[in-house]
């Protein structure tokens, strides 16, 4: 693995020359910095140290790309090139041409040797970032390409605009998100009156409702260890992924709330919801099985997204569907698997791999 680890290094960063400092896009929606500010040429970032010089052109793709959620984030990406260091390397392609700049978020899987999106296992919703055309895209994905490594990520959500370039690879049907939009607070409530009384039921148990941020660390890392402690396959067993929630939440707090149900002694439930501008996106549940007769988990679900309707909010439950999230939700997202594997011409770095 170290040899494999070297040789990723020993690639040039720079495969362009810069041309010029100054361009302009067709994209008006983009900030300042894509319109006038446009390095022509392909940068290659493999650790946390070296993404910092793409922040100001990372952030700016993902303000000016279309759907882009908050794991196509700088903050967020850069977070898990740091935590998961040792599993996989930062590979991210920054291209620029007159007519655009793309950024492929990738990393190199060490143990597997294979090219997958940062994020490790912890990000449900994979993408590049694009402004302008598509040529910029292409030029990118040339340089993924000359590693000569099978390439794979999931999930790409339907509504991605790239999702034409991604079906150029290949692409399967995952599963999908349920998720609750146009509804008011009140319409939702009066379809789930079943989940009402679950909620009033356990009040008058003694339970309260609560609201968090972020910044609420010792929960946070107390929700998590409990989740942990659920089923075998559950992701967050893996203490290295409980690090990464809490060192994202120490750098955004306000990228997270907490819903919670709580006795005097006891955390009943919990749901950790990430704010990604305007959708609530429900990305951990925990519930203390001690309760499991009173369906708290259901009951914290149904008033969460009672109370983030109030708010004018689109309501996310993300991957899987699950029957509790399928009972509340309006629709669902369809969900896909990109994968692809490396043609059989060798790339020029193919005696890379060898050493």
């Not at 650790?47 to 793409?54: F, M, P, V």
């Not at 620029?96 to 919703?125: H, Q, T, W």
């Amino acid at each position: 693995m170290g040899r494999f680890r070297a040789a990723l290094h020993r690639l040039p960063r720079s495969v362009l020359r810069v041309v010029s400092a100054r361009t302009s896009l067709r994209n008006n929606g983009a900030s300042n910095f894509l319109e006038s500010r446009v390095p022509l040429r392909v940068e290659i970032a493999r650790s946390a140290n070296e993404l910092d010089r793409l922040r100001p052109a990372w952030e700016a793709l993902w303000k000016a790309s279309e759907g882009a959620t908050i794991f196509q984030s700088f903050a967020w990406n850069r977070a898990a090139a740091c935590v998961f260091k040792d599993r996989e390397q930062p590979y991210v392609i920054y291209a620029a041409d007159p007519g655009g700049m793309a950024l492929i978020p990738c990393s190199v899987n060490l143990k597997e040797r294979e090219i997958e999106l940062l994020g490790e296992k912890l990000f449900d919703y994979g993408d590049l970032l694009n402004a302008g055309d598509r040529r910029s895209v292409d030029i990118a994905w040339d340089e993924i390409e000359r590693l000569h490594l099978p390439f794979s990520f999931e999930a790409l959500r339907e509504d991605s605009k790239n999702r034409d370039f991604w079906a150029e690879l290949s692409i399967e049907t995952f599963c999908s998100a349920p998720f609750v939009q146009g509804l008011t607070s009140e319409e939702f409530e009066s379809r789930h009156i079943r989940s009402a009384r679950l909620l009033r039921k356990l009040q008058r148990r003694g339970v309260q409702l609560r609201q968090h941020n972020g910044s609420n660390l010792p929960l946070l890392q107390d929700v998590y260890y409990r989740k942990s402690q659920q089923q075998n396959d559950n992701l967050f067993r893996d203490p290295l992924r409980r690090t990464f929630i809490l060192a994202v939440a120490r750098l955004r707090p306000r990228d997270f709330e907490i819903y919670t149900l709580e006795t005097a002694a006891t955390l009943v439930a919990a749901i950790v919801i990430l704010r990604d501008g305007p959708v609530q996106r429900f990305y951990t549940t925990y519930y203390d099985s001690a309760w499991a007769a009173m369906s708290p988990g259901s009951a914290l679900l149904f008033e969460a997204t009672r109370l983030s309707l109030k708010r004018g909010l689109i309501c996310d439950y993300m991957t899987g569907e699950q029957a509790y999230k399928m009972r509340l939700a309006t629709g669902t997202a369809p969900l896909y698997r990109v994968h692809s594997r490396p043609s059989t011409q060798e790339s020029p770095e193919i005696g890379l791999w060898a050493a």
